[in-house]
C-alpha cells in the first residue's frame, strides 16, 4: 500500500503486540481471525477466511514440514477457536495439483471440481478431524505465508458494480490485481496462484462480485493490510455518496416507534403463517435508520429485484428478498396483510420459473419457495430462518448486502450475480450434500414455548425441558427477576447462537424472561407482543402456576381468599388461552399449536381444608374442555393434573410443609433444611399411591412436554393425571 492510516474510520484496529507475542502461531492465526470477525464491516457472520503455513514437526516422521492451517468448513471468525480450523500438509495439496491436470475435462464446474473436495481429507496433518472448506486451495495456491479472504461491505460494494475491474485499478492501482466471479474452488484456486506468480505488485486480489483476497508473509502484517485496503474503498466511496439522493431519494416516510412496534406485532404472527406453510419459521425484526432509508427509497423495489451479490448469503436470503409495495402512511394492517398475501404468491411463482429455468438433470428438489427477507416501508425488515440464530444470520446478512448497495450505487451502478449462478451456489451438490449430513432437527427447534411459572418448581423444570428439545423459551413469571434468571440460565446452557442483528428484544437468543400477571388479561397481552416482536409467534403455551391458601386455625375461609384462589386456579387458565387465540388464528390452521394447562387431582377428589383449591382445580378442568372447543382447529387444549408435588414448589414453604408434617404426625425437628423436610413429606404422600414413587416437578415436565408434542397431536380436551396412581383419582 502507498499509504498506512494512523486512524480508520470504515474498520477498527484491534491489533495488540502483548496479547499476540504471548501466542503460539496458531494462537495467533486464531487471534487474527476474531479480531477481524468482530467486526461486521469486515466479515458477516460465518464468512471468510483466514489461513497461516507454519512448520511444524511432522508425527511421524520428527521433520518440520509446512502445515496450512486454514478456517474449516462452516467456522465463524468471530467465535472461532483452534478446533475450528483445518490443518493440511501443504506439499501435499500442492501434489493434488498433478492429479487435477491429468483429468479430462478439468476447469470451472466440471465434475473433477467437485471430487477434489474429496481428496482433502486425504492431506490431513496429525488426524484432525475439522473438514476442510471449499475455499482451501485459494489460501494453499497462494504462496504467502499469511492469508485473509473477507468480505467487507466497502469492499463488495466495489466488486459488485458494473465497471469494477476499471475502478480496481483507479483505487489501488497495481496493488490490487482483479478476476471477475467464478465459484470458488479448485480452478479458482490455480488462477489465483498464476496472479501470486505474475503480478509481484500485487498484494491482493479483487474476487469480482464477491469480496477481497490479500496476503503477506507476516500476520500482523496480513491483517494491517486488510484493514487498509478495505478504508482505501470507504473513503472512495464516502468521496462519491449522494446523501439525500441515496437510493433515488426517500419515496415513503418512516412510522415512529410506538406505531410501528404496533403494527408490526400484528403483522407477525399472520406473516410468519404465510411463510410457513411447508415448514415452520422464527423471526427476527431488524428496523434501523441504515435499513429503512434503503427500504423507503425509491430504488429499493429495483435494487431488491437484482438480488444479492455474495455467494455466501444465497442459502440463507434466498437469491432475492421480498419487497412489500405498501404506503405506510396509510398505517392500515388489513391493506397490509392483503398486499403482502398477493406479493408472496407472486413471489412463490417467481421462484419455481427460477428453478424450473435454472436447473440441472441432476439438481436437488426444488427448497422452500417462500422468502426468508420481506421489506416492508416505514417498518423495516423481516427474516426468517429454522431458529433464531439462522433469522439473525439472515437479518445480518441482508443488512450488509443494504450497505453494499448504498456504496455501489454511490460509485457506478449495482450488479448481482448472474441467475445461473445464484442457482449454482443455492443448489450445489456439495452444500446439498452438507445439508443431508447435518443431524435432525429436534421437534421444537422451530417453535416458540411460553412457560407460564417458569420462575421456580414445575414451571423452571419445564422450560428446561422444552429447550434441551431445541424450543425458543419464553419464561414468564409473576416474579419478573425469576422468569429472567431461568431465561439466563437456559441460553448460558445453550448459548445464544450467532447473527449480529435485531431490533431490541428481537435481538434476542433462544431464551426470554417476561414478567406475567395471568390474572390480569392486559399483563398477558403485553407478555405476549414481547414473544411475537422476539419471535414472530406462539406456538406452545404451558400453565404452571396456581396457587393454594390454607383454611385459619379454626377453619375458616373468607369469601376474599376463594375469590383469589378462584381468580389465579380458573380464570387465569381460561385467559391465558383466550388471549393467545387472535395469534394462533393469525398464525393459520396449519401451523398446530398447543396450550398445557397444569390443574390437579384434587379437581376430582374432595379432602378437608382445601375447599378453594380442590373446587377452583374442578372449574380448570372443564375451562381446559372449553378451551378446547373455542381454540380448535387452531391448538389444542390438554391439563396435565400432578398431586402434591413438593420438591422445589413455591406452593409448598417451609411453615405449609412443617404444619403437614405435624397433621401426619410424622417427626421432624425445626433444625432441619427445608429440602428435607420436603423430602420427608414427599415421601409420605409417595406411599398412598400405588407406584409408591415421589412425584417431582421432572415428572410434570415430561408429561407437559409429551402434552405439547406432535405425539399427543391427535389428543384435546383431556387431563392426563401424573400422581403415582391414587386410585381415588381414577377417572369417573
Not at 410506538?258 to 423471526?283: C, M, N, W, Y
Request: glycine share 8%; hydrophobic share 35%.
Amino acid at each position: 500500500m502507498s499509504s498506512r492510516y494512523t486512524d480508520y474510520k470504515f474498520v477498527n484496529s484491534l491489533w495488540d503486540d502483548t496479547t499476540a507475542d504471548a501466542l503460539s502461531p496458531v494462537e495467533r492465526l486464531v487471534y487474527r481471525s476474531n479480531i477481524l470477525g468482530s467486526d461486521q464491516r469486515i466479515t458477516n457472520t460465518g464468512g471468510g477466511n483466514t489461513s497461516s503455513k507454519i512448520e511444524e514437526a511432522d508425527p511421524l516422521s520428527g521433520e518440520q514440514v509446512e502445515v496450512l492451517w486454514v478456517k474449516g468448513s462452516g467456522g465463524d471468525l468471530r467465535t472461532s477457536k483452534v478446533e475450528n480450523f483445518s490443518s493440511l500438509y501443504q506439499d501435499k495439496l500442492i501434489g493434488l495439483q498433478k492429479i487435477y491436470a491429468k483429468t479430462t475435462p478439468n476447469g470451472v464446474k466440471t465434475p473433477i471440481e467437485d471430487e477434489m473436495v474429496h481428496m482433502y481429507p486425504h492431506t490431513t496433518f496429525n488426524l484432525n478431524p475439522r473438514p476442510s472448506s471449499i475455499d482451501t486451495p485459494l489460501h494453499s495456491f497462494i504462496g504467502a505465508k499469511h492469508v485473509d479472504h473477507m468480505h467487507p461491505i466497502a469492499f463488495i460494494a466495489l466488486a459488485a458494480t458494473k465497471n469494477s475491474e476499471a475502478l480496481t485499478k483507479e483505487i489501488y492501482g497495481d496493488e490490487l490485481a482483479y478476476l471477475p466471479w467464478q465459484r470458488p474452488g479448485f480452478d479458482l484456486g490455480l488462477k489465483m496462484e498464476e496472479v501470486y506468480k505474475t503480478n509481484k505488485n500485487a498484494k491482493g486480489i479483487n474476487m469480482g462480485q464477491h469480496g477481497l483476497i490479500n496476503w503477506a508473509d507476516d500476520d500482523k502484517e496480513c491483517y494491517e493490510l486488510t484493514l487498509d485496503l478495505i478504508e482505501k474503498a470507504g473513503r472512495y466511496i464516502e468521496t462519491k455518496d449522494r446523501g439525500a439522493d441515496t437510493f433515488g431519494g426517500q419515496k415513503y416516510g418512516s412510522l415512529d416507534e410506538d406505531s410501528a412496534r404496533k403494527l408490526t406485532v400484528e403483522l407477525l404472527p399472520f406473516l410468519r403463517g404465510q411463510v410457513s406453510q411447508q415448514t415452520r419459521f422464527i423471526a427476527t425484526v431488524h428496523r434501523t435508520e441504515q435499513a429503512l432509508e434503503f427500504i423507503n427509497s425509491n430504488d429499493a423495489k429495483r435494487l431488491a429485484e437484482i438480488g444479492t451479490s455474495c455467494p455466501d448469503h444465497f442459502l440463507r436470503t434466498k437469491i432475492k428478498p421480498l419487497y412489500v409495495e405498501w404506503d405506510p402512511a396509510s398505517g392500515d394492517i388489513e391493506s397490509l396483510k392483503a398486499v403482502v398475501t398477493s406479493s408472496l404468491e407472486q413471489y412463490r411463482a417467481d421462484y419455481a420459473e427460477y428453478y424450473e429455468a435454472c436447473k440441472h438433470d441432476n439438481s436437488p428438489a426444488m427448497r422452500d419457495p417462500n422468502p426468508t427477507v420481506i421489506l416492508i416501508p416505514g417498518l423495516g425488515m423481516i427474516a426468517f430462518g429454522k431458529n433464531k440464530s439462522e433469522s439473525r444470520v439472515t437479518a445480518e446478512f441482508y443488512n450488509c448486502a443494504i450497505g453494499v448497495m448504498r456504496g455501489a450505487e454511490a460509485i457506478d451502478e449495482y450488479i448481482g450475480l448472474p441467475r445461473q449462478e445464484a442457482f449454482d451456489i443455492e443448489y450445489w451438490l456439495l452444500e446439498e450434500a452438507k445439508l443431508q449430513r447435518m443431524p435432525k432437527e429436534k421437534e421444537f427447534a422451530r417453535k416458540v414455548v411460553i412457560v407460564v411459572g417458569a420462575g421456580s418448581g414445575i414451571g423452571k423444570e419445564t422450560a428446561i425441558r422444552f429447550a434441551t428439545d431445541g424450543a425458543h423459551i419464553v419464561c414468564a413469571d409473576l416474579d419478573e427477576e425469576a422468569a429472567k434468571a431461568t431465561a439466563k440460565e437456559i441460553t448460558s446452557m445453550f448459548g445464544k447462537g450467532i447473527g449480529v442483528a435485531g431490533t431490541g428484544v428481537s435481538n434476542c437468543g433462544m431464551s426470554i424472561g417476561c414478567r406475567m400477571d395471568i390474572t390480569d388479561s392486559e399483563s398477558i397481552k403485553a407478555c405476549y407482543e414481547e414473544v411475537v416482536y422476539a419471535y414472530g409467534g406462539i406456538d406452545v403455551v404451558a400453565l404452571t402456576a396456581g396457587i393454594f391458601l390454607a383454611p385459619s386455625s379454626d377453619g375458616e375461609f373468607s369469601t376474599k381468599q376463594m375469590e383469589l384462589v378462584f381468580k389465579i386456579n380458573a380464570i387465569g387458565p381460561y385467559l391465558i388461552g383466550h388471549t393467545a387465540k387472535p395469534i394462533f388464528e393469525a398464525q393459520g390452521k396449519h401451523m398446530k399449536s398447543a396450550v398445557v394447562i397444569t390443574t390437579s387431582v384434587n379437581g376430582v377428589v374432595s379432602k378437608k381444608g382445601s375447599v378453594a383449591y380442590d373446587s377452583s382445580k374442578a372449574a380448570t378442568n372443564h375451562v381446559v374442555r372449553e378451551l378446547a372447543v373455542e381454540l380448535a382447529p387452531y391448538a389444542r387444549v390438554n391439563a396435565v393434573a400432578p398431586a402434591t408435588v413438593v420438591k422445589g414448589s413455591l406452593m409448598f414453604p417451609r411453615d405449609r410443609v412443617m404444619a403437614s408434617l405435624s397433621k401426619y404426625d410424622i417427626a421432624f425437628s425445626e433444625s432441619e433444611e427445608t429440602d428435607d423436610l420436603r423430602l420427608k413429606l414427599a415421601e409420605y404422600y409417595a406411599q398412598r399411591t400405588l407406584t409408591k414413587s415421589p412425584i417431582t416437578p421432572e415428572d410434570q415436565a415430561e408429561a407437559i412436554f409429551f402434552m405439547a408434542s406432535d405425539k399427543a397431536s391427535k389428543t384435546t380436551g383431556q387431563v392426563i393425571n401424573v400422581d403415582g396412581g391414587l386410585y381415588e383419582a381414577f377417572l369417573r
